[in-house]
T-cell receptor
Framework: LAKTTQPISMDSYEGQEVNITCSHNNIATNDYITWYQQFPSQGPRFIIQ???TKVTNEVASLFIPADRKSSTLSLPRVSLSDTAVYYC??????????FGAGTQVVVTP | DGGITQSPKYLFRKEGQNVTLSCEQN?????MYWYRQDPGQGLRLIYYSQIVNDFQKGDIAEGYSVSREKKESFPLTVTSAQKNPTAFYLC????????????FGSGTRLTVV
């Protein structure tokens, strides 16, 4: 599976947009990009998944350029409750999840 | 509501003892997984099972054992052979086939005293 690289931490103020970019240079044709959110002492929660271009749901947007070597998770107008660790994963159909250290996002008033 | 239930939430174990962590799901998912998480780190795969009565080792299986006698249940035993068992343990499940999303339980925090 393709190795992912994302920032260790990001700080933001309430109401701002947070963009987390993840690099996955060795992504394969059959791989999807998936993002999870984890709060302290809880299991990760699926946020969004995409293959190419843009995907949007009620929580976030995922931007994937044509070469698919990177992706950007966009969290619009964050609140204090968005403080969490965000994981970028490259997933193959039927494959296992391989987690990195993730990005710690801290939102302050 | 469908979901995954892990119990207990907190568990204390004396050195040299085996302990079993429970994981039950009512999502009718075929595949189940056990992960370990240490402070400030991502999750590491211990064992997984894609079907009843079958399971495979993950990246850090040494010192752990599992069973999958029922589709709904995937218990994890932390044996005395596990040298550093204190960690946060997470169980997950997924429907095989086209589904990519995993559902995670709320975890069990194991502390060796």
């Amino acid at each position: 599976l393709a190795k992912t690289t994302q920032p260790i931490s990001m700080d933001s103020y309430e109401g701002q947009e947070v963009n987390i970019t993840c690099s996955h240079n060795n992504i394969a044709t059959n791989d999807y990009i998936t993002w999870y959110q984890q709060f302290p002492s809880q299991g990760p929660r699926f946020i969004i998944q995409g293959y190419k271009t843009k995907v949007t749901n009620e929580v976030a947007s995922l931007f994937i350029p044509a070469d698919r070597k990177s992706s950007t998770l966009s969290l619009p107008r964050v609140s204090l409750s968005d403080t969490a660790v965000y994981y970028c994963l490259v997933v193959r159909r039927g494959g296992k999840l391989q987690f990195g250290a993730g990005t710690q996002v801290v939102v302050t008033p | 509501d469908g979901g995954i239930t892990q119990s207990p939430k907190y568990l204390f174990r004396k050195e040299g003892q085996n302990v079993t962590l429970s994981c039950e799901q009512n999502l009718n998912h075929d595949a189940m997984y056990w992960y370990r998480q240490d402070p400030g780190q991502g999750l590491r795969l211990i064992y997984y099972s894609q079907i009843v009565n079958d399971f495979q080792k993950g990246d850090i299986a040494e010192g752990y054992s599992v069973s999958r006698e029922k589709k709904e249940s995937f218990p994890l035993t932390v044996t005395s052979a596990q040298k550093n068992p204190t960690a946060f343990y997470l169980c997950a499940s997924r429907q095989t086939g086209d589904s990519y999303g995993y559902t995670f339980g709320s975890g069990t925090r194991l502390t060796v005293v």
